[in-house]
């Protein structure tokens, strides 16, 4: 989890709500300064890209909800999908398997 005064804001803002819309562009804008900033922070601090962080926050509190019993298009909306099949992809990309399958086990 980033750690460092630049990039709390943001790691906050998505723990808070997973399906926050915001881009990389829109939190340089917000936070008065560069996208590259916000890239090298983020690989610095994380050792991945803002997207792949992003998509993995995403993809944990996915496995909570599912866990839970919601449904999947229920999930993908809480976290910031437009569809099902947008979420299903990202959710195997990060986890390895999709979201039906992950209900299963």
Same mark, same amino acid.
């Given at each position: 989890?980033? /750690?460092?005064?630049?990039?709390? &804001?943001?790691?906050?803002?998505? =723990? *808070?709500? &997973?399906?926050? &819309?915001?881009?990389?562009?829109? +939190? %340089?804008? $917000?936070?008065?300064?560069?996208? =590259? ?7 610095? #601090?994380?050792?991945?890209?803002? %997207?792949?962080?992003? %998509?993995?926050?995403?993809?944990? $509190? @996915?496995?909570?909800?599912? /866990?839970?019993? +919601? *449904?999947? *298009?229920?999930? @993908? #909306? *809480? ?6 099949? @947008?979420?299903?992809? @990202?959710? =195997?990309?990060?986890? !390895?398997?999709?979201? !039906?399958?992950? =209900?299963?086990?």
């Amino acid at each position: 989890m980033p /750690a460092s005064d630049l990039l709390r &804001p943001i790691a906050d803002a998505l =723990r *808070e709500n &997973p399906g926050d &819309p915001r881009t990389l562009t829109d +939190w %340089a804008s $917000h936070l008065g300064v560069s996208a =590259r900033t916000i890239t090298r922070a983020f690989n610095a #601090e994380t050792g991945t890209s803002f %997207a792949r962080w992003v %998509a993995a926050v995403r993809a944990q $509190h @996915a496995v909570a909800l599912l /866990a839970r019993g +919601w *449904e999947v *298009e229920a999930v @993908a #909306e *809480e976290v910031g999908y437009r569809s099902a099949s @947008a979420f299903g992809a @990202a959710f =195997r990309r990060t986890t !390895g398997l999709t979201p !039906g399958a992950f =209900r299963a086990r």
